[in-house]
């Protein structure tokens, strides 16, 4: 289970807490949802500024841009991670999906502009300009208390979204694609002897976001296969 559960046998196995932080993140799109259909994530959280992520290369099937797939970052590294919740399974590894993260200005605003084919404006200069410029407008926001921890070359962080959904994701690093198939055998086995079973899929706070507040949107993304659809217990506080 995600919550005081995971943390004790996190520390069991040797886990060091790295920190514990509090997020706002907001997400934008065109009014029709061009870009989340095209399975691109233009976000903006509190404290760290804005990301595109968006496929690197396709591995698998659908999947959540908030937990799940591995990523790469604009320094080549690539992530892969097994997303946890009480009650769920996690993604299995051949569902995983690699993403690049794009947070330079330029990067981002031309990846919006090729998905949306529109010329780049050259008053485009910072993103906020060019969300205003292309029509973007926000359709998801939430606040996130995450406490990070350390497992030897891992990552693990245990979320809870203020909307009352808690998920967990372990992840790792890699320099190259042939590295990936390792690192989800790592991510897999560490989600294992936290007790969680690794056959099946776990809605992503996106997921669960649009699921409840946007509906029809949620529908939309599910259709296209660029979100799960699964039922599973949430801990919930409302």
Known sequence: MVGPGTEARLVMLGAVLAGAVSFQDRYYDTPDGRLTLAD?????????????????W???????????PGATSQDGSTRDATSLNSGAPAQ???STTAYQELTSPVAVVAQLCTILAVAPDPGWACIPVAVAGLGL???????TQRRSYRLGGLRVDLDEADFGYAVGEVETAV???SEVPAAQEEVTRVGRELGVEVTGSVMGKMSVYLQRYRPQHYEELVQSRRLVSAKMPMRDRD
């Open 137 to 143: 407008e926000e359709f998801a926001a939430f606040r």
């Open 58 to 68: 396709p591995v698998g099937g659908a999947r959540d841009p908030g937990y799940g």
């Open 175 to 177: 320099t190259h694609p």
């Open 92 to 94: 299995p590894p051949g």
């Open 40 to 56: 691109h994530w233009l976000r903006h959280r509190e404290g760290a500024g804005w990301e595109l992520k968006c496929p690197l």
